[in-house]
C-alpha cells in the first residue's frame, strides 16, 4: 500500500487553532443572500420572486440542466429582492435575497427516516439530485453528475475523502470524529451504484480521533475499509488521492472515473446521508473559522447564504491586540483572498482564515532570482516543471507554456511555491497564464462564430 503521492509538501498545519472545536450550529440574524451559480455548470433559475414567503429547505432556484444544481433556503422569511450582489472573488452575480424572520421555521422536522433497503438505484441518484448537492470539497461539481460515470461497472474504487490537507482547517476532521456512522451510510449508499467497488475512506494520520471513529463506524462492512494516509499536502486532490490508493497516475484531461475511481468528500457523504434517508436538502455544510486573529476559532454547521462577517462576529471577532492583515475563503494554500467579509457563504466553501502576518508580502521582501535548484520539480504531484513555466509565462510565450510544458495540467496546489527557497509567486504566475490562455480561447472561440 503506498498511502501517499509523488511530490508534496509538508506546510505548518496551524489545526491546533480549532482541532478540538465541536461541530456547532450557527443560526445568523442578518439578511440571507443566495447566489444564483454554486456550482460548476449552469447558473440555477430562480422558482420565487420578490415578496414571496420562504421557509428553511424550500426550494428557491432550479437547476437549469444536467450540470446544474438546485438552491435551497437555509431560512425562513421573506424574499426581499432578486438582484446582483457582491460574491466570493469580488464579482457581481445574480442572488436572491432573504429577510431572515429569524425562526429557522423549516418545510420539514427530517426526522423520519426511509427504509434504504426498498430504494432502488435511480431513487437514490435521483434523490441526491434534487438535493442540489455539490462537492463540498471545494470544486461544488454537482455529484449526481459524478454519480452517474457511462459505466458504473468499472469502477473499483469508492474514495472518502477525509484528508483535509489543508492547512487550518479541521471541520471535516470534527465532521468525521462526531458523524461516522452517518458518513459511512453515505458511502454505502454510494457503493450500491457501483457493484464491483470498494469503499476506501482515507483519512491522513494526523487525525487520530477521526481515524478511530470512522474504524468504529465501519467495522463489519465488507465493501468499506479506513485507509490511513501519511500527511502531506496536497494528499485531499483527487488525483492525489486516487494516486495513493491505487498507483494510477493519469492526465488531467481525464476524469477520476475513466480510471475506475469516483472521489467523494466527507462532507458530501453526510449529505448524501441525509438527503436520502430523510430528504433532507442540502442548505448547510461543515465549516471551519480560525487563524491567529480570530479570537474564537471554532467549527460550525454552517447555513448557506451566511455572511462571512456575521459568522466572524459570533467568533468574538478579531482578537483584542491583532490585526487581521489577510482574510483567505479557505486555508492559505488553495483559499483565496478576500477584499470584504460582506458576501455570502455558498455551498461549496469550507473555511475563513484570518491571518495577522500576510506571508505573500513576507516572500516578496525576500524573492530572489531562481537559483536552478530544482526543488519545484521535486514536490510538483503532477510531474511538471514549475521553473520552465515561470520563465514562459513572464516571457509571454504561453503557447510553450501551454504545448510543450504542458501548464494546463497545473492543479494550482501552490506546493511549489512553498518549496521555493528563491521566494518566488510560482502558483500566482501560474494562475495568471492559465487566465490569459482561457481568455484568448474565449476570444477565437467568439471570432470563429
Excluded at 501552490?414 to 484568448?440: D, H, N, W, Y
Amino acid at each position: 500500500m503506498r498511502n501517499t503521492f509523488h511530490g508534496g509538501v509538508h506546510p505548518e498545519e496551524h489545526k491546533d487553532l480549532s482541532r478540538e472545536a465541536r461541530l456547532r450550529q450557527y443560526d445568523p440574524q442578518g439578511e440571507m443572500v443566495f447566489p444564483l451559480q454554486q456550482h460548476i455548470g449552469k447558473p440555477a433559475k430562480p422558482v420565487v420572486q420578490k415578496g414571496d414567503e420562504v421557509l428553511v429547505g424550500q426550494k428557491i432556484a432550479e437547476a437549469d440542466g444536467f450540470v446544474s444544481a438546485h438552491i435551497y433556503s437555509s431560512c425562513s422569511g421573506k424574499v426581499k429582492a432578486i438582484e446582483k450582489r457582491r460574491v466570493l472573488g469580488g464579482g457581481m452575480t445574480e442572488c436572491i435575497v432573504i429577510d431572515n424572520d429569524k425562526q429557522f421555521t423549516a418545510v420539514s422536522d427530517w426526522t423520519e427516516r426511509d427504509n434504504e433497503t426498498k430504494l432502488s438505484t435511480d431513487d437514490i441518484v435521483q434523490r441526491v439530485q434534487e438535493a442540489g448537492i455539490v462537492g463540498l470539497g471545494g470544486a461544488g461539481f454537482p455529484t449526481h453528475v459524478k454519480l452517474k460515470p457511462k459505466d458504473p461497472e468499472t469502477i473499483d474504487y469508492v474514495i472518502a475523502n477525509g484528508a483535509e490537507c489543508e492547512p487550518y482547517l479541521t471541520c471535516n476532521d470534527q465532521l468525521m470524529r462526531t458523524h461516522a456512522p452517518a458518513i459511512v451510510e453515505g458511502l454505502e449508499l454510494v457503493l450500491r451504484l457501483f457493484p464491483n467497488a470498494e469503499g476506501i475512506i482515507c483519512i491522513e494520520d494526523n487525525k487520530p480521533e477521526a481515524i478511530h471513529a470512522m474504524e468504529i463506524a465501519a467495522s463489519g462492512k465488507q465493501r468499506i475499509k479506513v485507509r490511513t494516509m501519511i500527511t502531506k499536502y496536497p494528499q485531499g486532490g483527487e488525483r492525489s488521492l486516487i494516486q495513493a490508493v491505487t498507483g494510477i497516475d493519469f492526465p488531467i484531461s481525464k476524469l477520476p472515473a475513466d480510471v475506475g475511481c469516483i472521489v467523494q468528500n466527507v462532507g458530501t457523504l453526510y449529505a448524501i446521508q441525509r438527503a436520502v434517508l430523510y430528504h433532507e436538502p442540502l442548505f448547510r455544510q461543515c465549516f471551519t473559522l480560525t487563524g491567529e486573529a480570530v479570537m474564537e476559532p471554532s467549527n460550525f454547521f454552517v447555513r448557506v447564504g451566511t455572511s462571512y462577517a456575521e459568522l466572524l462576529e459570533a467568533c468574538g471577532g478579531v482578537k483584542p491586540g491583532k490585526t487581521a492583515v489577510k482574510a483567505l475563503a479557505g486555508g492559505p494554500m488553495m483559499g483565496i483572498a478576500m477584499g470584504s467579509l460582506d458576501v455570502p457563504i455558498q455551498k461549496q466553501n469550507n473555511g475563513l482564515t484570518l491571518l495577522d502576518e500576510d506571508p505573500v508580502l513576507a516572500a516578496e521582501k525576500q524573492m530572489t532570482a531562481c537559483l536552478h535548484c530544482g526543488r519545484c520539480t521535486t514536490v510538483c504531484p503532477v510531474g511538471l516543471m514549475p521553473q520552465l513555466m515561470a520563465d514562459a509565462a513572464i516571457a509571454g510565450n504561453l503557447e510553450r507554456y501551454e504545448k510543450k510544458l504542458y501548464g494546463l495540467e497545473c492543479i494550482q496546489c501552490g506546493s511549489c511555491t512553498v518549496a521555493c527557497p528563491a521566494k518566488r509567486p510560482l502558483m500566482q504566475t501560474f494562475k495568471q497564464a492559465k487566465a490569459e490562455i482561457q481568455e484568448k480561447k474565449k476570444r477565437e472561440g467568439a471570432g470563429q462564430k
